[in-house]
């Protein structure tokens, strides 16, 4: 469990990252101990190159003249595509093999395995963890106090990356001032919409309310076509209690509300106000206003409605665009759009955020660590490479650029970078404007995920989820108390 500490500063700095990186542009059940402390990175590089001349991004890593002192070292990294996408396996074994022409005493394996919490304690107990792994952006915390992260400080340090990554998300990879993890990405929750079929029925913008909203998507529901006019996910799981979540921030729930915590433990509650107000929403638009899809949906098949015009109206992060485009090549990736979600009865649109963190297993040795970390740099700050990656979009459909994500960087970097991805775009960005207007400007305040036992509370309200959206019969009242009650007994009161 993450301290007290740990978990308010989380939040505060979480909250302050997501509104000065737009200025430009969960805690789960603990994975097993881990014996090894997690090594300190020795100085075990040759000296440093010099950055290259600087082309349409400022080079910002000095990449080393050796790794390893040139002793062959061999690393798992994730990230490596599913066979299913030929096209993204080639191009990412292309850039392996770059790295490795720099470098070709390292050795690198790929593994398309992505990260759940469940799944990766697995790995823990078993010793397979990754030698680089991702991680959700509220667990860093965990992986740290369990040992199972190395600490990068020293690549950090040689390399200056305090002034290209916003201090902020460091800040949340940072324990005790040092570092553990690079920041991937960070998304935020909208309403994707599907824009001619709005027209269709009149509308010449998304819901501005959730009232509105529904109204919206009982005109946009046509049951003998199959189109919903609104769908999240339903499935069951903990991503249904993810939306439910998301959706519950708009009618006003903060993370202080789902868990109490004061300096005699932890208490649950969600059981009434926000929560249950948007619970009972969700119920009366599925049961009064008939308008969600009939079958449980999960993380794919909730943006499947979307890309084959089964949903009018979708609550999704703004990455997803990115996977509707290499799974429906085919869909008429023009016609979505992307808002900030509907404001709820305070008036407020609030958009849940997360994202990802690289970790490299404190299991790797020194020499381990320095390939895993400067791969992982290679591909994110290397310009050739991400010029070549913006480039092979043109012909490759795997490779997408310009989804509505939030940025990761600060300063020159972060608006050379911004500048490339416009000229390399293949989504409609102009389509997410409306997203990015209302999170550059504040209309859409910015709200973490949940930091004590997320992940456990998402599985909770999961489940409520789908038995207010298949039995009609449901008191959303009972049942959501009933699951609070639940939650404090197996969850809560087991944290110490």
């Known amino acids: 469990m993450r301290s007290k500490l740990f978990v308010l500063s989380t939040l505060v700095l979480l909250v302050t990252l997501v509104l000065s990186a737009c200025g430009s542009s969960a805690t789960t059940e603990a994975a097993p101990e881990v014996a090894t402390e997690a090594p300190e990175v020795e100085e075990t590089t040759a000296p440093v190159e010099e950055p290259a001349d600087e082309g349409p991004l400022p080079?910002?890593?000095?990449?080393?003249?050796?790794?390893?002192?040139?002793?062959?070292?061999e690393i798992t990294v994730v990230?490596?595509?599913?066979d299913s996408q030929p096209e993204a396996v080639e191009a990412w074994e292309a850039q392996v093999a770059r790295f490795q022409e720099m470098y070709p005493n390292v050795t690198i394996t790929g593994t398309d395995y992505a990260y759940t919490p469940d799944s990766f304690a697995a790995l823990?107990?078993?010793?397979?963890?990754?030698?680089?792994?991702?991680v959700y952006l509220t667990d860093p915390g965990k992986m740290i106090e369990q040992g199972v992260a190395a600490d990068l400080t020293s690549i950090f340090e040689a390399q200056n990356l305090d002034q290209v990554f916003n201090p902020d998300i460091m800040s949340i990879a940072t324990q005790d001032g040092r570092v553990y993890g690079i920041p991937?990405?960070?998304?935020?929750?909208?309403?994707?919409?599907?824009?001619?079929?709005?027209?269709?029925?009149?509308?010449?913008?998304?819901p501005a309310t959730w009232e509105e909203l529904a109204v919206m998507a009982q005109a946009l529901t046509d049951r003998d076509a199959g189109v919903a006019g609104f769908s999240f996910i339903t499935d069951g799981s903990g991503a249904a209690g993810w939306h439910m979540t998301t959706i519950a921030y708009n009618f006003g729930l903060l993370n202080t509300d789902i868990v109490r915590q004061s300096d005699t433990g932890y208490a649950a509650g969600f059981s009434e106000g926000p929560m249950l107000e948007a619970l009972q929403f969700v119920y009366d638009l599925r049961w009064t206003y008939d308008v969600l899809p009939r079958e449980n949906l999960n993380w794919g098949t909730n943006g499947e409605a979307l890309a084959t015009g089964r949903a009018a109206m979708v609550v999704m992060a703004g990455d997803q665009f990115t996977w509707i485009r290499q799974t429906y090549?085919?869909?008429?990736?023009?016609?979505?759009?992307?808002a900030p979600l509907p404001a709820g009865p305070n008036g407020t649109s609030v958009s849940l955020v997360g994202g990802n963190i690289a970790m490299v297993s404190a299991q790797a040795t020194p020499e381990q660590v320095e390939a895993a970390v400067y791969w992982r740099l290679f591909t994110q700050f290397d310009p050739d490479e991400i010029v070549a990656n913006f480039e092979s979009g043109?012909?490759?459909?795997t490779v997408v650029v310009g989804a509505p994500t939030l940025p990761l960087y600060v300063g020159d970097y972060e608006a050379a970078l911004e500048a490339l991805q416009a000229q390399y775009a293949n989504l409609p960005v102009a389509n997410y404007q409306l997203f990015l207007d209302a999170i550059s400007s504040g209309?859409?305040?910015?709200?973490?995920?949940?930091?004590?036992?997320?992940?456990?509370?998402y599985s909770a309200l999961g489940a409520v989820?789908?038995?207010?959206?298949?039995?009609?019969?449901?008191?959303?009242a009972a049942i959501l108390l009933q699951t609070a009650d639940t939650f404090q007994t197996n969850v809560l009161d087991q944290l110490r």
């Open 329 to 338: 090549p085919d869909a008429p990736i023009d016609d979505y759009g992307f």
């Open 184 to 206: 991937r990405f960070a998304y935020a929750m909208g309403l994707a919409y599907n824009i001619s079929m709005l027209n269709a029925a009149g509308y010449d913008a998304p």
């Open 443 to 457: 209309q859409a305040s910015m709200q973490p995920e949940p930091l004590i036992a997320g992940q456990d509370f």
């Open 124 to 134: 823990v107990a078993g010793n397979q963890v990754p030698t680089l792994f991702e």
């Open 465 to 476: 989820v789908s038995t207010v959206v298949n039995d009609q019969s449901a008191d959303p």
């Open 59 to 73: 080079a910002v890593i000095a990449f080393p003249a050796e790794i390893a002192g040139g002793s062959p070292v």
């Open 79 to 82: 990230q490596k595509p599913a």
């Open 394 to 397: 043109a012909s490759n459909p």
